[in-house]
């Protein structure tokens, strides 16, 4: 694969992606039980600003950078904290967040995130089979008993290790779309793992790039019939542009709770912050409600 997420760390997409696994994750930690975080697709763990990949495409400015220029309502900023405080964690010396949006070098991947977010009692399973990114996220998770680093395909992880001992937690599904029927194999794979751990929580990003993959890969997943299934749309402008990203959407089976209504309060106020047009948009709403259940 040629995919090098070194060009898109930190751009709107992955802010639209850490918010929602970091409130999963705050909603679990409330909860003393021991859970685990599965990341079939975890790249490398921790990426540099001032590298050459990022400079060239500079998408990092209109995402953590729009988000540290921002002012948001304090509801708003006591949503954003869990993932921003990882933020800052590999960003020590910003006395503050006007200073970090000013010197800020180093953008955690979903790896990181968990780690800083899970507790001594948590585990982390993260799977990546390209060498060079593997080395340096072993690298960035450092001797941290609690994480365990794979060569395991990401799709062979959905089989192999779900469900985890420890009955609670969530799956991170977030591959490259570099090759064709990637979202059958997402909609494929949520099934097959649903089956065998009907009460884990799922969480998978998908770009919003090929409008009729799109509507394919949600009927696929409403066809599947998974109860409590959320699906959440983060477009970037109003209209959109033909093989151009505009937008990325997650799916989420087995939302907490407080999900939904959290993200349309959080990823509301980050539209306009991220929009390119000022014509941000957020949807959020069930594919499949809970069985016995009328929709939300």
Known sequence: MNYRHAFHAGNFADVVKHVVLARILAYLG?????????????????????????????????????VLRARFSPAVTELLAPWLDAVRAVNPSAADDAALAASLSRYPGSPLIAQALTRPQDRLLLCETQPGVRAALEESVGRDARAKVLATDGWQALSAYVPPKERRGVVLVDPPFEEPGEFHRLAQGLAEAHKRWAGGIYLLWYPIKDVRAVDAFRREIERAGIPKTLNIQFDLRAVRQADTMTGCGLIVVNPPFTLAEELRTVLGALAPALATDGAGRVRVGWLTPERGSGAP
Do not use: S
Not at 34 to 46: E, F, K, N, Q, S
Not at 51 to 62: H, Y
């Open 30 to 66: 409330r909860k003393d039980a021991a859970y685990r975080v599965i990341d079939t697709h975890a790249g490398a763990g921790l990426y540099d600003l001032t590298g050459d990949e990022a400079r060239r495409t500079g998408e990092w400015e209109g995402g953590i950078g729009a």
